[in-house]
């Protein structure tokens, strides 16, 4: 019966009112957030989802390709996941943003029924965080993925800014929206 209860579920399934490590990725691992401009993007969607009281951030880094959060979904925003509504809004907002660029744009066109372009992978990774070992060990891995070497965006992790590690080293609030996951367990 266990069994079937998570029969069909996608990866990015979130059980509402649960702490989540989520993943999502730009389709084909464009590079599309390099640009501050983009990174605001994902701030400003974080920041009104939150505001709304539809999700709790604890946790996030923009990174060139894809974005981590420790998050929890509070509500749905109307019929739709507060996931669903932060991968719609951002997308949209990133296809305004490049509309005067058609080669940039067509990086991201498919061909779909229901759209025109894609600049999320589907199916985003959601990871439970049942333990505090296991949040501890996902809020390392988050702060620490500007200094891996491939990137190498920042010699300490409180030095990149699109992160959350400024808020949990140095209790400096850049970022409104964050909440310490650490009262969480």
């Given at each position: 019966?266990?069994k079937?209860q998570?029969?069909g579920?996608r990866?990015?399934y979130?059980?509402i009112g649960k702490?989540?490590?989520?993943?999502?990725?730009?389709?084909?691992w464009k590079h599309?957030l390099?640009?501050?401009k983009?990174?605001?993007?994902?701030v400003?969607?974080?920041?009104t989802?939150?505001?709304?009281?539809?999700?709790?951030?604890f946790?996030?880094?923009?990174?060139?390709?894809?974005?981590?959060?420790?998050?929890r979904t509070?509500?749905l925003n109307?019929k739709?996941?507060?996931?669903g509504s932060?991968?719609?809004?951002t997308?949209?907002?990133?296809k305004?943003m490049?509309?005067d660029?058609?080669?940039?744009?067509?990086k991201?066109a498919?061909?779909?029924?229901?759209?025109?372009?894609?600049f999320?992978?589907r199916d985003?990774l959601a990871?439970?965080?049942?333990s505090?070992?296991?949040?501890?060990?996902k809020?390392?891995y988050?702060?620490?993925n500007?200094?891996?070497?491939?990137?190498n965006?920042a010699n300490e992790?409180?030095?990149?800014?699109?992160?959350?590690?400024?808020y949990?080293?140095?209790?400096e609030?850049?970022?409104g929206f964050?909440?310490?996951?650490r009262?969480?367990?």
């Amino acid at each position: 019966m266990e069994k079937d209860q998570y029969a069909g579920k996608r990866k990015s399934y979130m059980e509402i009112g649960k702490v989540f490590f989520w993943t999502a990725t730009i389709n084909n691992w464009k590079h599309l957030l390099r640009e501050d401009k983009f990174k605001e993007v994902v701030v400003q969607s974080l920041r009104t989802l939150s505001e709304r009281g539809l999700i709790d951030v604890f946790a996030f880094v923009i990174m060139p390709n894809h974005i981590h959060l420790i998050w929890r979904t509070n509500a749905l925003n109307g019929k739709e996941t507060a996931q669903g509504s932060f991968l719609k809004f951002t997308a949209h907002e990133f296809k305004k943003m490049r509309k005067d660029n058609s080669t940039e744009l067509q990086k991201y066109a498919v061909d779909a029924h229901n759209k025109k372009y894609e600049f999320w992978q589907r199916d985003s990774l959601a990871v439970p965080l049942y333990s505090r070992h296991v949040m501890l060990q996902k809020l390392h891995y988050i702060h620490l993925n500007p200094l891996a070497a491939y990137w190498n965006l920042a010699n300490e992790p409180w030095d990149y800014y699109y992160s959350s590690a400024r808020y949990y080293e140095m209790n400096e609030k850049n970022f409104g929206f964050l909440k310490d996951v650490r009262e969480e367990f």
